[in-house]
């Protein structure tokens, strides 16, 4: 084995030993993030369905459009000029 292999051996078998010291500062910071992701997912979603809403309003305005022209048309009323 390498002298990096045997290194890395002795590093984990040591690792449980190791201590990890979280400071309640990390935490709070840590926490501050996770609320403040879940408000911006929350936000973004919101949007995104108000968004979606109003797409399906102008897709049915848009279809209303193209079937009274498709009535007008065919009715022939006079004085209205329609692409044949």
Same mark, same amino acid.
């Given at each position: 084995m $390498?002298?990096? &292999? %045997? @290194? *890395?051996? %002795?590093? *984990? $078998? =040591?690792w449980? =030993?190791? @201590?990890?010291?979280? $400071?309640? *500062?990390?935490? &709070?910071v840590i926490w501050v993030l996770v609320v403040i992701s879940a408000v911006a997912v929350a936000l973004v979603s919101h949007l995104n369905r108000q968004q979606y809403a109003q797409l399906g309003a102008l897709e049915r305005e848009a279809n209303q459009m193209n079937a009274d022209t498709?009535?007008?048309c065919s009715s022939r009323v006079p004085g209205v000029r329609c692409r044949e």
């Amino acid at each position: 084995m $390498s002298d990096r &292999a %045997v @290194q *890395l051996c %002795v590093s *984990l $078998s =040591e690792w449980p =030993e190791m @201590q990890f010291r979280v $400071s309640p *500062l990390h935490i &709070a910071v840590i926490w501050v993030l996770v609320v403040i992701s879940a408000v911006a997912v929350a936000l973004v979603s919101h949007l995104n369905r108000q968004q979606y809403a109003q797409l399906g309003a102008l897709e049915r305005e848009a279809n209303q459009m193209n079937a009274d022209t498709v009535d007008i048309c065919s009715s022939r009323v006079p004085g209205v000029r329609c692409r044949e």
